[in-house]
């Protein structure tokens, strides 16, 4: 198993520009997640999903929009990019029991 | 809202040493999980211990403990034969099992001197 995948593992936008973060995870887990980590702070939930077609907004979903079409996939939106949004974003997945959340290497993404 | 508190921005411990790091947290919920997990600097979230509430024994893994204190909604992560390789951030983290989302809090960096 390759277990949470994300993609780019670095990038660079312009103000403006859009993007999407790529995520995919081959355990077969229902829920999974997208987090942004700022510099020296903790992690804040963006938007989560409980199974493919169903997806909910986080503490900070502002900016940013997500898609569940298949259980494996949960791509990450960002439409505009602003430099509020430059942050190391991770996106995590976990079985119904919750046991154990199991993160991607999480992406750097600076917006200049 | 539930809310996680880690008091302790940085904390330092000489090898060998032990260490406390501090975590508190406010909720209404009697059933939930506790975890730290730890960043070394490659950015890795690694899960260090995890703890259900409904469980009386503090949770414990190798030179890993936890001291729970339901009442006082406390819990603490002990690092004992602290290792060079220990340093990193170590982040507090609730979940109530409504969508298994993790709420986290700020981070304590941990620093070990040699």
């Known amino acids: 198993n390759a277990g949470v995948t994300q993609t780019p593992k670095f990038r660079i936008l312009k103000i403006g520009q859009s993007m999407t973060l790529q995520c995919t995870q081959d355990m077969n887990h229902n829920y999974m997640y997208w987090y942004r980590q700022d510099p020296g702070m903790g992690l804040k939930l963006i938007y989560y999903s409980v199974g493919a077609g169903i997806t909910d907004k986080g503490e900070v979903p502002n900016g940013y929009n997500v898609s569940r079409s298949t259980t494996e996939d949960f791509p990450l939106r960002l439409e505009l990019a602003a430099p509020s949004q430059t942050s190391v974003y991770f996106c995590a997945s976990t079985t119904i029991l919750g046991e154990k959340l199991f993160f991607g290497s999480g992406t750097q993404l600076s917006v200049l | 809202a539930q809310t996680v508190t880690q008091s302790q921005p940085e904390m330092s411990v000489q090898e060998a040493e032990t260490v406390t790091l501090s975590c508190t947290y406010d909720?209404?919920?009697?059933?939930?999980?506790l975890f730290w997990y730890k960043q070394p600097p490659s950015r890795q979230m690694i899960l260090v211990i995890r703890q259900e509430a409904y469980k009386q024994q503090n949770a414990t893994e190798n030179r890993f403990s936890v001291n729970f204190q339901k009442a006082a909604k406390s819990f603490s992560l002990k690092i004992s034969d602290s290792q060079l390789g220990d340093a990193a951030m170590y982040f507090c983290?609730?979940?109530?099992?409504?969508?298994?989302?993790?709420?986290f809090g700020g981070g304590t960096r941990l620093m070990v001197k040699p």
């Open positions: 983290a609730y979940n109530v099992n409504a969508g298994n989302m993790l709420t």
């Open positions: 909720t209404s919920e009697s059933d939930y999980y």
